[in-house]
């Protein structure tokens, strides 16, 4: 705890004389207004739009798995695959793998 000293008292004193106050003090009602509405509507756009690009990435993630990368390691595993089963797999894969990058990059 501060004591209450006449040096502290007089620092304390020329500290409240050098606050630069808020520019928004020196605004008008209507311009605190639009400004707080603006970065209201900007926060909310923005947490919009980044819960419905994950929504996307997961969506990306669960086809690149299920559609292309599951069934051709299955076509694998029954003996009949090829080249284009190979490439299509790879792709399944490459969907999945940058969508959980994405993923992990946005929850960090």
């Known amino acids: ?7 502290t008292r007089l620092l304390l004193l ?3 004389d050098n606050i630069q106050f808020m520019p928004s003090n020196r605004l008008t009602p209507e311009e605190q207004y639009e400004i707080t509405y603006r970065a209201m509507k900007n926060a909310l756009w923005h947490v919009l739009g980044t819960s419905v690009y994950l929504v ?6 669960a086809i690149g798995l299920l559609t292309f ?3 051709a390691l299955g076509s694998f ?4 695959s090829g080249l ?3 490439g299509v797999g790879l792709l399944g894969v490459f969907i999945a793998g940058f ?3 994405r993923i992990y990059q ?3």
């Open 1 to 7: 705890m501060l004591e209450s000293t006449p040096t």
């Open 14 to 16: 020329h500290f409240i």
């Open 56 to 61: 996307f990435l997961i969506f990306a993630a």
């Open 69 to 71: 990368a599951l069934p």
């Open 77 to 80: 595993a029954q003996g009949n």
């Open 84 to 86: 284009f089963v190979l």
């Open 99 to 101: 969508a959980f990058y």
């Open 106 to 108: 946005l929850l960090q």
